[in-house]
């Protein structure tokens, strides 16, 4: 028996002495990695980035940079740790700040300005900050309401179009969307139908939101997967909401990720409530690899890169001559008329909006 | 000869009664040191740093923001709401809970093995996945809607409910380790004496039972005061805990400074906890004799001790088993019918969510639990040791220190990680030990408070015996204490493991995106739109189910081989 109790000893000792080895080993690496930087090149982003391998490759071969990706979290927490880490940052480039967070980035000093190769291509309605340069359009998407095409279809009745329509009583009790405070869709319809209504008038137009009985609950994923009856978990999870606030481009989503593929989208969008989201790519203001920091962001809206994307992310090119993958134009929605806010006024009035709309709406 | 010599002068040595001491207070520093350090650089500089990121302004205090926040109705709401549903979940926990545990250890019946491990899996489940499953049983559609048009979704009910199920093996296996330890003979020998069975119970196990009672309450009572995921998803918008409020400020609105008061508040609540415990736990320390758990467990004879096994039997069916089959089912309910198709997907990296196959994260997943398991033990395992003796104030304060962790908020921890760990000599930002350590944070407090009530049960007089004999006080904790707390070590090292691979909320911070643990994959998988996304998560969630039951299967079986007569 003491020969096992020696043993149990030694081995903690001895996984004790490794840990010790083991994380002098890590902060040397960590050390050396320092070395390396001409040679790698950092991404930070959220949970949502994606791009193709072979994509990738092609870009680390053409510039002789490693790529290191590293995916943050959710756009917002991602953004706020950039921020807390902007004078030791974890990368050199950060991408994924949208237009509803954009000016607490550049508010807070999060981005140094380079004017990446290929910006005149871009459409001229997502340039931005354009005497600085700090950040760069990447993608484009639309905040709409999805509706459940069968349950619609069963009861004969026409799926809404508008804001307006949201409040009818044709649709009670329907539309499930998510908390402003904690979720970027769920801020996104608020500012939606802030910028349709006005800011005197969108406490109104919730007021019969409520009471046409719209359910709201925490996060994207609850909403879409459990509440919704469109969408694959909501199926499963018996949602009965055949209505809820997520993308324009979650029908094209349902298609691709279903074996078999369906011909057609269990979803649709409705295309009178959108609001317009845009994600932006800046340089790190203590990024270490400037250089490559520089080059990553001049890939991200290189054609290849912006070709690769609306399959990858789900969300649309900014690139004026990008080409739309076909089950992009087949399933997805082009939405003409989104709802739009400048990142100015979206600052100046997020938390007052938030904090109305939480007494407004879930007291 | 040699051998016999050196006794003699070492026992020598031990005579001398004030020196003797002194080493021992020396030794227990020493012991003292490790943890100390590690909790100082791992858990309190990032904490105190983030905390004074949010309080201070142009280098001074802001303390007045501290009145200001709590003079907010929504925050003395959130506190009240936080408050009120801790204490009642625990209470509503030990309520069905204290039945398993007795069954659990008195009782010898087939599966037990198993079924100890199953109910422990719960967890370490990812409240996503779990909060999903209760939503089935409990919303609309569910169990009790069709059965009795019940629905509890939104309500308090689903919170409590949801709060049981999580903590149910905290009460099983705190209470239950050291129950099935007692010696039954003693409360035979009241009874003999002429006490009634309930007396009996009452006099002889019920104090013995005490510290481990108090210590399994205050975990559930810190789990559901600090609850996260279950009171976001169960509770909807309209229910918000303190730890969700912190949440809430920091990653959402990058409100620092609320933030920072809400986690002092946090903080005092906990430590406030913490001293009530460590008073309730003094005053019944006492040295108990504990017998090998496989010599009292038996059969349950009579009707009276056959029903308490089946009613035990069908609340952990109803609480335990049916919410997590319903993830099982899920995960194999594909477009086509029942089949594997969402495990298949998990091994082809072409689903997008990550850089690698899904499948890669449960193999990360047990990497950083193994390593996150052996920082915990060998930390708290110091720690335990050093807090056995009889102590002063200063290590009592150190005693409740090392609880802590368990009442912080992640999202708090994760932040001051990001924030103080990325200079050199601590640059273990871009680490993989980082995600371990935070880990292990939440697994040393399992692993003191699994052997401490143990240690301290060893009869101090043994180890006496054993100095006297000159055995050096590292020599008589290996030959006394060891060999009695081994199973107490085995089942710390259990928890802290399950404890690992389910963490959530400090992983997800710092965690990196080509090494995602399996509660991160799950997340990032039911974070995108799509069938297949959505079965996968439920495919990896019922994975890391399996994985979590049959490494707690394993230390079972590993407990019984290892501990057949020693005692």
């Not at chain 1, 790529?67 to 927490?77: R, S």
């Not at chain 2, 020998?189 to 510290?211: E, F, N």
């Not at chain 2, 997800?508 to 399996?518: E, H, K, M, Q």
Request: glycine share 10%; net charge positive.
């Amino acid at each position: 028996m003491s020969t096992t109790t020696k043993k149990v000893t030694v081995t903690a000792v001895a996984v004790g002495l490794g840990l010790v080895a083991l994380s002098a080993c890590g902060s040397e690496s960590a050390g050396s990695g320092g070395k390396d930087d001409s040679k790698s090149v950092t991404l930070v982003s959220h949970d949502s980035f994606n791009v193709s391998k072979d994509v990738l490759k092609e870009f680390e071969k053409q510039s002789g940079y490693k790529v290191n990706v590293l995916k943050d979290g959710d756009a917002g927490a991602a953004v706020n740790k950039a921020i807390l880490s902007k004078d030791n940052p974890q990368g050199d480039v950060f991408f994924g700040v949208d237009n509803t967070l954009l000016s607490r980035a550049l508010d807070n000093g999060l981005f140094q300005s380079y004017e990446a190769k290929g910006l005149d291509q871009v459409n001229s309605q997502f340039r931005v900050d354009q005497g600085k340069h700090r950040v760069t359009p990447v993608d484009s998407g639309d905040i709409c309401v999805n509706y459940d095409k069968k349950y619609f279809a069963d009861k004969k009745l026409a799926p809404p179009k508008s804001f307006e329509d949201l409040t009818k009583p044709a649709y009670r009790d329907l539309l499930v969307t998510e908390n402003v405070a904690t979720s970027s869709p769920g801020l996104g319809f608020l500012l939606g139908t802030a910028a349709q209504y006005g800011d005197g008038g969108w406490q109104g137009y919730w007021k019969k939101l409520k009471a046409n009985g719209v359910k709201v609950v925490d996060g994207w994923e609850q909403a879409y997967n459990e509440e919704f009856s469109g969408s694959a978990g909501g199926k499963k999870a018996k949602g009965d909401r055949p209505l809820v606030v997520s993308y324009a481009s979650s029908p094209p989503v349902e298609v691709l990720y279903a074996k078999p593929q369906p011909k057609e989208a269990p979803t649709g969008v409705a295309t009178g409530t959108c609001f317009r989201q845009v994600e932006y790519a800046g340089l790190l203001s203590n990024a270490k690899n400037e250089k490559g920091g520089k080059a990553l962001l001049d890939f991200l809206i290189s054609t290849k890169f912006q070709d690769d994307m609306p399959l990858n992310m789900f969300v649309n090119p900014v690139r004026e001559n990008a080409e739309l993958p076909e089950l992009f134009v087949k399933h997805g929605v082009t939405i003409d008329k989104p709802e739009t806010m400048a990142p100015k006024k979206i600052a100046d009035n997020r938390e007052q909006w938030v904090k109305s709309w939480t007494s407004l709406v879930l007291k | 000869m040699d051998l016999a010599r050196t006794e003699v002068g070492k026992s020598r040595k031990g005579r001398k009664g004030r020196k003797g001491l002194s080493r021992g207070s020396a030794a227990r520093l020493g012991l003292m040191a490790v943890p100390v350090a590690f909790f100082a650089v791992f858990f309190a500089y990032p904490v105190a740093a983030i905390v004074a990121r949010g309080l201070k302004v142009g280098g001074e205090w802001q303390f007045g923001r501290i009145a200001d926040v709590l003079a907010q109705s929504d925050v003395r709401h959130v506190l009240w709401f936080t408050t009120w549903q801790a204490l009642a979940s625990t209470a509503l926990t030990l309520l069905i809970a204290l039945p398993g545990a007795y069954v659990f250890a008195r009782f010898e019946f087939r599966g037990k093995q198993i079924l100890r491990a199953v109910v422990t899996v719960p967890f370490v489940l990812p409240t996503v996945v779990v909060g999903t499953a209760f939503l089935a049983l409990l919303g609309r559609g569910g169990l009790l809607d069709e059965m009795w048009g019940v629905r509890l979704d939104t309500t308090v009910w689903a919170i409590l409910l949801a709060h049981v199920f999580f903590n149910y093996a905290v009460v099983v296996r705190t209470v239950g380790g050291l129950w099935s330890q007692l010696d039954p003979r003693q409360e035979e020998a009241a009874r003999m004496l002429g006490a009634s069975r309930w007396t009996a119970w009452r006099t002889v196990t019920l104090p013995a039972l005490g510290p481990a009672v108090a210590a399994a309450s205050l975990m559930v009572f810190l789990f559901t005061f600090t609850s996260f995921g279950v009171v976001q998803i169960l509770g909807g918008p309209a229910y918000s805990t303190l730890e969700v409020e912190i949440y809430r400020q920091t990653a959402q609105l990058l409100d620092l400074s609320t933030a920072a008061v809400l986690t002092i508040v946090q903080f005092a609540a906990v430590g406030m906890i913490l001293a009530v415990h460590a008073w309730t736990v003094r005053r019944r320390e006492t040295a108990l004799k504990l017998v090998d758990a496989s010599a009292v467990a038996r059969r349950p004879r009579g009707a009276g001790q056959w029903t308490l096994l089946a009613g035990v039997m069908v609340t952990i069916a109803v609480l335990i088993l049916l919410p997590l089959g319903v993830l099982i089912e899920r995960s194999l309910s594909g477009p086509g019918g029942y089949g594997f198709t969402y495990y298949k997907e998990l091994t082809s990296a072409d689903g997008g969510a990550f850089l690698v196959p899904p499948i890669d994260a449960v193999w990360n997943s047990l990497q950083y639990a193994l390593a996150a398991t052996a920082i915990a033990l060998v930390i708290g395992g110091l720690a335990a040791a050093a807090l056995t003796r009889k102590a002063g104030r200063l290590v009592r304060g150190f005693d409740a220190l090392l609880m802590l962790p368990l009442g912080v908020s992640a999202v708090t921890v994760g932040f001051g990680f990001l924030i103080t760990l990325d200079k050199p000599p601590l640059d273990l930002r871009s680490t993989w030990i980082l995600v371990p350590l935070a880990q292990a944070l939440v697994g040393v407090p399992f692993v003191v408070r699994t052997m401490l009530p143990v240690l301290r049960a060893v009869d101090g007089r043994l180890r006496e015996a054993a100095a006297v004999l000159g055995a050096s006080p590292l020599r008589a904790w290996r030959e006394v204490d060891l060999p009695m707390v081994r199973r107490a070590l085995l089942i710390a090292a259990g928890f802290a493991f399950a404890v690992s691979l389910g963490e959530f909320g400090a992983t997800v911070f710092i965690a990196r995106p080509d090494n995602p643990t399996l509660p991160v994959a799950v997340a990032r998988l039911l974070g995108r739109a799509g069938e297949l996304n959505y079965g996968q998560a439920m495919a990896l969630s019922t994975i890391l189910m399996v994985v979590c039951a049959v490494s707690l299967l394993l230390l079972e079986r590993l407990r019984t081989d290892r501990t057949t007569g020693e005692f």
